[in-house]
């Protein structure tokens, strides 16, 4: 099925051609006017139409869905000059939607369809139309949308992240649209805001022996130790990694002052940056905890990838 469903998309994908740009525009030119976009389809091409909707609109592009059967009684209100009617039906022959066309057509709008018949009624009758023929359902009777639906969605999503990026949609704006979610959390939260400090931020001098950094560590209930010079400026970091390294190599480590052993120069981030670019860091080098400096590369805290989940924001 899956083999199916990906030369589908292959498909579609080579069919591609210069009606995808101008839907692209014309959507855009229809935002830019306050407008929005109306979708509309029957069946699994309107359960479809939903996700692109939501999809939309929490990218910033202003959608609506509008049932094609509830249409024709009274919520065709919905509509208004300058929106923009993307009409899904693989076959594009759908009773229901071809019913409803009339009604749009009233409107000065503009009508972008998705079927996999540019022959079609609907297609015929549409400002633009975008292919998305498949060869074969991965129904094993060929009945059952599946290839079709997916061609469907997945161009419904090539339009989104296409006007996305036209529109010059930036990362910070997923804050606005997402506040209550992860990507909101990630967005809007600073590195200050979320790591842990005071009596849980362990912090000693270079001079202080291992022994002596383990109590501090223990006392924070921390896995790791930001080192400071004498002027309180960040020298290095120790953790019960380290420890645990150096205890099968050097039999007087406890008696060791932190300058010693401990790894200088480490990963730190500031107190001002976003959440998101600690959770960065946290990907790329595949390590357990961060130190966070001040402006003075001071350390003034430190997240623990533990705490993350918590947080809500991985």
Do not use: W
């Amino acid at each position: 099925m899956f083999d199916i469903e990906l030369a589908a998309l292959k498909a579609v994908r080579a069919q591609l051609d210069k009606s995808f740009n101008s839907a692209v525009e014309t959507i855009i030119a229809a935002l830019k006017q306050r407008g929005k976009i109306v979708i509309v389809g029957i069946g699994k091409s309107g359960n479809v139409g939903s996700k692109i909707a939501a999809t939309l609109t929490s990218t910033g592009s202003t959608a609506v869905v509008l049932n094609s059967v509830d249409a024709l009684h009274g919520d065709v209100g919905i509509v208004n000059d300058g929106d923009v009617i993307l009409a899904l039906s693989y076959s594009g022959e759908s009773e229901e939607l071809l019913n409803l066309l009339p009604a749009l057509k009233r409107f000065s709008v503009k009508i972008i369809s998705l079927t996999g018949n540019i022959n079609s009624s609907l297609a015929l009758h549409s400002d633009l139309s975008l292919n998305v023929k498949i060869a074969k359902e991965a129904c094993p009777f060929n009945l059952a949308p599946t290839s079709s639906t997916t061609a469907t969605l997945v161009m419904g999503d090539a339009l989104a992240m296409a006007i996305l990026q036209a529109r010059g949609f930036k990362q910070k704006d997923f804050a606005r649209y997402h506040p209550s979610g992860a990507i909101g959390r990630a967005m809007l939260l600073k590195v200050g805001e979320i790591m842990r400090h005071g009596e849980r931020n362990a912090i000693a001098s270079e001079n202080l022996s291992v022994k002596e950094a383990l109590l501090v560590m223990t006392h924070a209930k921390s896995g790791s130790l930001a080192v400071v010079n004498a002027r309180g400026k960040l020298a290095g970091i120790f953790t019960d990694g380290d420890f645990r390294r150096h205890m099968a190599t050097d039999e007087n480590l406890l008696s060791q002052p932190l300058k010693k052993i401990m790894t200088r120069n480490p990963i730190c981030v500031r107190d001002t940056a976003l959440a998101a670019e600690a959770l960065k860091i946290f990907n790329e080098r595949n390590i357990d905890d961060l130190i966070v400096v001040n402006a003075k590369n001071e350390p003034v805290g430190l997240v623990d990838s533990q705490d993350l989940p918590k947080l809500k924001i991985v």
